[in-house]
């Protein structure tokens, strides 16, 4: 096992992590080295599913920024541009029409290239070796949280 995949899993198997999973904010759906998908609960929305699933991309973890990018579990492939979430912040997070291979956020590795202020404007989403998954995820399960968040783009009949 390579040391990021080591890294990881002691990560995913540790109380931050396993706290998350306790209150019900995420989960870990499978691992396959070096990709992982995780999802996050989102809050009840009309015609919205109960969490967001992320496949997360980690060569290098910690050292090297993940990214991640929102997936179909259940078709194991990358989430059809309509089930994407929406509402004010998080159609600014998760938004195919600027890239569908990532999360526009400070503690993304593509988000981030080209976008080097984030890490003196936002310093308390940037990431660093010392930080763990939990702090990706914390991020999107906050902005899940905000009352705006409206579901998924194109809303099931």
């Not at 969490?51 to 579990?73: I, K, N």
Request: with cysteine; glycine share 6%.
């Amino acid at each position: 096992m390579r040391p990021d995949e080591r890294t990881f899993r002691k990560h995913v198997d540790g109380g931050s992590f396993q706290a998350g999973v306790d209150r019900d904010d995420w989960r870990l759906i499978s691992i396959e080295w070096p990709y992982a998908v995780i999802s996050v609960t989102a809050p009840p929305r009309p015609h919205a599913p109960g969490e967001v699933a992320l496949r997360f991309e980690l060569s290098g973890y910690p050292q090297q920024l993940p990214t991640a990018q929102p997936w179909d579990a259940d078709a194991n492939g990358p989430l059809p541009d309509a089930l994407w979430p929406i509402g004010d912040r998080f159609s600014q997070v998760c938004n195919p029409s600027w890239n569908r291979g990532a999360l526009y956020i400070p503690c993304d590795r593509l988000a981030l290239a080209g976008h080097e202020a984030w890490l003196s404007q936002h310093p308390a989403h940037a990431w660093n070796a010392t930080r763990d998954i939990t702090h990706y995820l914390r991020i999107v399960r906050d902005v899940l949280r905000e009352p705006a968040y409206a579901g998924v783009r194109q809303q099931a009949a």
